[in-house]
């Protein structure tokens, strides 16, 4: 089993052989404290990418010449890649989608509350206008009610001298 092998082309190969899943591992010429399963393989080639790493079947660690083999990156094909792409892209189509929807549903939100506010706005403005013409009106009454009180104080004025004028002829014609 020496050269250079992906995980996937390891596992094959100790499946096939029957090995147990059990490996040691040695990343940068350091070889680890444990043994690792190919999993948790695929999880070191993710966190130490570009590091060289290199492992050793348990079965040969007693030999005086084990053989390293060396783990390389396993490159999806191009099918499998355009595959997770399409596959990406519509999950952000539909997540456009629902933005959009969100968008739509905030804008006519935003609209309602436009309208509401507007409303209110009016409505402010018409009672600024009752406000000024109820004002108009008590002004208008006041001045109405002052204008009645001299009228009949003139008019009690002239029927005092319509009184005086009727006793002065009455008066008058006596003499």
Aim: glycine share 2%.
């Amino acid at each position: 089993m020496a050269g250079s092998r992906t995980i996937t082309q390891l596992r094959e190969e100790s499946n096939q052989a029957a090995l147990e899943d059990s490996w040691w591992v040695n990343i940068d010429g350091e070889t680890q404290d444990q043994r690792y399963s190919l999993n948790d393989l695929e999880s070191l080639q993710k966190q130490y990418a570009g590091s060289d790493m290199m492992v050793l079947h348990v079965s040969e660690s007693a030999l005086d010449d084990p053989s390293w083999i060396r783990v390389i990156m396993e490159f999806p094909k191009p099918s499998q890649i355009l595959e997770q792409i399409r596959a990406h892209l519509e999950g952000m189509e539909s997540r456009i989608d629902r933005i959009e929807d969100q968008q739509r549903d905030s804008v006519a939100g935003l609209q309602a509350l436009f309208d509401v506010i507007k409303n209110v706005e009016d409505a402010r403005k018409q009672e600024e206008s009752l406000r000024e013409r109820e004002t108009y009106l008590a002004e208008s009454e006041e001045i109405l009610v002052q204008k009645i009180h001299r009228m009949e104080e003139e008019r009690a004025e002239l029927d005092q001298m319509r009184s005086d004028l009727e006793k002065i002829t009455a008066m008058n014609i006596a003499i």
